[in-house]
């Protein structure tokens, strides 16, 4: 039972490169989240996915899509990566109570 | 929506001291109140949490508690320990928001040995 797993732990890229993180969770929970997380600001929303098949727009959502693959994978995809977007990005499930998070994706847009 | 103010936003107690975080919250709708614990470099780590109709709960050395009327809830930590140093985060939860949590922007606890 690994819970909540992200990859990339680490990326850098240029502006305007494209990119995807992976989100995968074996615990069977309907809900999914990805967060971004920068100094002082907390954890904010960034999009979520109430259940599979569905996604809404949390926060910050601009610059960013996302895909709900199937019940277990929720991917967040960087179209045309800026350095704002450098950040430390968490994706996160939810059984209706506690958030489990993943270890987190270190992003740095040069 | 729902606003979640922290604070303070660092605190640095001497060992065997309490520690007290204090957040507020705007969304009556709100009815489930996490906190969250993150060391540095690792991922943020639920230590306690209270519903709205319990006004406190302890769990050993943390406790917290909700005054729903004034829509605020605080984290205690009593008998810190250097182990103790972290991040901690409030959150809300409100129950019409599609299951969506917000959290406060989080407070850096260090204890001193």
């Known amino acids: 039972n690994a819970g909540v797993t992200q990859t990339p732990k680490f990326q850098v890229l240029k502006t305007g490169q494209s990119m995807t993180l992976q989100c995968a969770q074996d615990m069977n929970h309907n809900s999914m989240y990805w967060y971004r997380q920068d100094p002082g600001m907390g954890l904010r929303l960034i999009y979520y996915s109430a259940s599979e098949g569905t996604t809404d727009k949390g926060e910050v959502p601009n610059g960013y899509n996302v895909s709900r693959l199937n019940k277990r994978e929720f991917s967040l995809r960087l179209e045309s990566a800026a350095p704002s977007q450098t950040s430390v990005y968490f994706c996160?499930?939810?059984?209706?109570?506690?958030?489990?998070f993943g270890e987190g994706s270190r992003l740095t847009v040069l | 929506g729902e606003n979640v103010e922290q604070h303070p936003s660092t605190l640095s107690v001497q060992e065997g001291d309490s520690a007290v975080i204090k957040c507020t919250y705007s969304?009556?709708?709100?009815?489930?109140f996490p906190w969250y614990k993150q060391e540095l470099g690792k991922r943020p780590q639920l230590i306690i949490d209270i519903r709205s109709n319990v006004g406190e709960k302890k769990d050993q050395r943390i406790a917290v508690t909700l005054n729903k009327t004034a829509k605020h809830f605080s984290l205690h930590i009593t008998e810190t320990q250097p182990e103790d140093s972290a991040v901690y985060f409030c959150?809300?939860?409100?129950?019409?928001?599609?299951?969506?949590?917000?959290f406060g922007t989080g407070t850096s606890l260090t204890v001193i040995p």
């Open positions: 959150a809300a939860f409100p129950s019409n928001t599609g299951n969506q949590f917000y």
């Open positions: 996160a499930s939810n059984p209706a109570g506690e958030l489990f």
């Open positions: 969304d009556s709708a709100s009815n489930y």
